[in-house]
């Protein structure tokens, strides 16, 4: 069955340096998408970051950047030069290509940065 | 501020009461997705339509849910009788289907308190 796996509760990182968020996935489909969200306490969801499983690139948005390692099944988020608004709670989710477009979430990482 | 429209923000309601959620997806977008978010995981899909049609909704406690999307733009969540299990966030999302990542788009989502 395909699921999503966040092993960090929560992180701690200092004002403008870099940090890593830890996803990892399992599906046996061949064709799917991996996403970042950021939800902050107001409670939206914000999308960041996607990464195609046949994209050969590690994609990158400003700041973010995914690790994408296929044969790991993994797909970390680096938030680099963190700032003070990057305190959130962080979703890495999975769509596959059997379903119609949903995606399955993982339980979240809390990110707090400290000045 | 956030372009998919839920209403109410907060509802705190007593258990055995009937309780409504609105949401106005994105203009355009053929896909609407109702989740459930419990304080502290990860979102979980509820139902989520195609224009009108229900395409998935396994995971809606069809005994006390119910959703629909009459006219194939704004939809409603309905829970009859609420209980106190019930309590979480409700987030309305949508999706364009032609999109090149099929990422969704969250509103700011109903807090429900059930008391």
């Known amino acids: 069955a395909q699921k999503i796996t966040q092993t960090q509760p929560g992180m701690f990182v200092q004002e403008k340096e870099a940090v890593t968020l830890d996803c990892t996935y399992d599906?046996?489909?061949?064709?799917?998408?991996l996403f970042w969200y950021k939800q902050p306490s107001s409670g939206e969801m914000i999308f960041l970051i996607y990464q195609g499983s046949y994209d050969q690139q590690n994609a990158t948005e400003g700041r973010y950047s995914l690790n994408f390692q296929k044969a790991r099944k993994s797909a970390n988020l680096v938030i680099s030069a963190s700032q003070l608004g990057d305190s959130a709670m962080y979703f890495c989710?999975?769509?596959?290509?059997?379903?119609?477009?949903?995606?399955?979430f993982g339980q979240g990482t809390t990110l707090q940065v400290k000045p | 501020e956030a372009e998919v429209a839920q209403s109410p923000r907060y509802k705190i309601t007593e258990k055995s009461q009937a309780v409504a959620f609105w949401c106005d997806p994105i203009s355009g977008h053929a896909t609407l997705y109702w989740y459930r978010q419990i304080l502290g995981q990860g979102p979980e899909l509820l139902v989520q339509f195609q224009d009108e049609s229900v395409v998935d909704d396994s995971q809606l406690p069809k005994d006390r849910f119910s959703a629909e999307r009459l006219k194939g733009v704004d939809s409603t969540l309905k829970i009859q009788p609420a209980e106190l299990g019930d309590s979480a966030m409700y987030l309305c999302?949508?999706?364009?289907?032609?999109?090149?990542?099929?990422?969704?788009?969250f509103g700011e989502g109903s807090r429900l308190t059930v008391l």
């Open positions: 989710a999975m769509r596959y290509s059997s379903n119609t477009g949903k995606l399955i």
């Open positions: 599906t046996s489909d061949p064709s799917y998408g």
């Open positions: 999302a949508s999706s364009f289907s032609g999109g090149d990542t099929g990422e969704l788009f």
